[in-house]
């Protein structure tokens, strides 16, 4: 297992392994969550859409090209979450607890929308963030499974991911502001 903490993010950079398709995360309290990483434009967009479920231990992380105002729209998200904004050293911004999930059928200018600065960022199950003692300032650590191919990582510097010419990942802005993820200029 590859372990990076605060302190390698805040060296310059952290590398998600080229095939990473989770991370796990360490919660202040010691608490392990299984992220899957949503690191292209079409899984930021779909994040945690249509789920029925999230289990406690288990999560999303986004990480975006470069760091800005994030926007994370509910439309489609079923569960209720909390949403964890993170800087290029994985400290933690602002944090949004128990974000309304949407409902079927709902109007689009009634369902939540919540936005700050990030450049990476951390959905989790409702009540998870005070559970486990996530607040600004906190830092989190993050490694990947040892199986994960690595002969190419993905460098996750300051400012975002930069692409790989050998494997043309990269993570772009999304379209509008209707998907998750929008960087404000």
Same mark, same amino acid.
């Given at each position: ?5 605060a302190e390698s993010a805040a060296a310059g950079a952290f590398e998600i392994p ?22 292209t434009r079409e899984e930021q967009a779909k994040g945690l859409m249509f789920r ?15 760091? +800005? ?9 079923? %569960?209720? @979450?909390? =949403?964890? &904004?993170l800087d290029k050293d994985l400290k933690i911004g602002k944090v949004f607890h ?28 409702? +009540? ?9 300032? %906190?830092? @989190?650590? =993050?490694? &990947? ?41």
């Amino acid at each position: 297992m590859l372990l990076l903490s605060a302190e390698s993010a805040a060296a310059g950079a952290f590398e998600i392994p080229k095939c990473a398709q989770e991370a796990f995360l360490a919660l202040p309290d010691g608490f392990p969550v299984r992220a899957q990483l949503a690191l292209t434009r079409e899984e930021q967009a779909k994040g945690l859409m249509f789920r029925k479920e999230l289990k406690q231990d288990r999560g999303m992380l986004f990480v975006f090209k470069e760091a +800005g105002e994030k926007s994370f729209w509910m439309k489609n998200t079923f %569960v209720e @979450l909390d =949403i964890v &904004f993170l800087d290029k050293d994985l400290k933690i911004g602002k944090v949004f607890h128990r974000v309304t999930p949407s409902t079927p059928g709902q109007g689009d200018s009634e369902v939540a929308v919540v936005s700050a600065p990030a450049l990476c960022v951390l959905e989790l199950a409702g +009540g998870s963030a005070r559970k486990h003692g996530l607040k600004p300032g %906190v830092r @989190l650590k =993050i490694s &990947f499974p040892s199986d994960t191919c690595s002969d190419a990582a993905i460098k996750v510097p300051s400012g975002g991911i930069e692409p790989q010419a050998d494997t043309g990942a990269a993570v772009s802005p999304l379209l509008d502001g209707r998907h998750l993820g929008k960087t404000k200029k």
